[in-house]
């Protein structure tokens, strides 16, 4: 394990198991769980059970009562392209990997089982469930350190690979920049499937004039462009329609999803759109 990786792991443990027990970015606790009945709220119950509405309405307090708890299924799924090898302040691949560790960490706090599945094209590798961190660190060390340059996300052969090798209802997190478009509606009705984005500002907001050697991070081909305001507007509006078309998307078949720049904490973003 090299100092990078290392250093990584140590600080996602620290967000997730230091003293503050209030600092938990998994809304996955209670997602397994069936529903029973409501009960007033007798001392000992857990509080974390209170039905809030049904107190309100009651003016004393109820809890749900559920009839077992069961073994999540949380399956993280790293998109790998070469255009992950990028980044102004971090490389877009450092924080999708402490992204992939602060879900995978979370998912083994809960004592629930993490699977991770590394996909371009095809399926590149596979980390079978568990509940150990070892695993964990070993999923973190292959996102950090896997050449990404010359890959490109082929998203209908992904979905349909999921779509095919997940059997049971499970928890899907997908991780990567997604600027190939996809259509996830089958995989968000079977699953309860969730989209983070990660990118850099320099990417939607580009501030360079002139000519420049660009060379392709999926193709790994070089040209030589002149980059001008024209140029420069006419990238941000079809990046702009893009994303617009890939929001709605989400939107439509009920996909929760947020957007992580380099610049800012994972952890903040992750808790917003997991609680």
Do not use: C
């Not at 029973?36 to 001392?43: I, P």
């Not at 971090?90 to 089982?113: C, H, P, T, Y």
């Not at 996809?182 to 699953?191: M, N, P, Q, Y």
Request: charged share 30%; no cysteine; net charge negative.
């Amino acid at each position: 394990m090299n100092d990078k990786t290392r250093e990584l792991l140590i600080k996602t443990k620290r967000r997730l198991f230091g003293p503050n027990v209030g600092n938990n970015i998994s809304a996955f606790k209670g997602n397994g769980i069936d529903f029973a009945e409501l009960k007033e709220y007798s001392y000992g119950d857990d509080v974390r059970k209170i039905n809030w509405k049904v107190t309100a309405r009651q003016q004393k307090p109820y809890v749900n009562v559920f009839n077992e708890e069961r073994e999540l299924n949380i399956v993280i799924v790293f998109m790998v392209s070469g255009t992950i090898y990028f980044g102004s302040v971090r490389q877009k691949q450092e924080v999708m990997a402490e992204i992939l560790a602060l879900l995978g960490f979370s998912a083994i706090k809960n004592s629930d089982r993490v699977s991770a599945h590394f996909f371009a094209e095809k399926e590149l590798f596979f980390f079978k469930p568990t509940k150990s961190q070892k695993s964990v660190y070993a999923m973190v060390e292959y996102a950090l350190n896997s050449d990404v340059l010359g890959l490109n996300v082929d998203m209908d052969s992904l979905a349909d690979f999921l779509l095919n090798s997940i059997k049971e209802r499970s928890i899907l997190l997908l991780i990567g920049d997604f600027f190939q478009r996809a259509d996830l509606s089958f995989l968000a009705a079977k699953h309860e499937l969730y989209a983070i984005i990660v990118r850099d500002t320099f990417e939607e907001e580009p501030k360079i004039f002139g000519e420049y050697r660009f060379k392709d991070p999926v193709t790994e081909n070089e040209t030589v462009l002149e980059v001008d305001e024209n140029s420069i507007d006419e990238y941000k509006r079809a990046l702009g329609e893009h994303d617009e078309a890939l929001f709605d998307h989400f939107r439509k078949h009920n996909i929760p999803f947020t957007k992580i720049y380099t610049s800012e904490d994972p952890f903040i973003k992750l808790r917003e759109l997991l609680k």
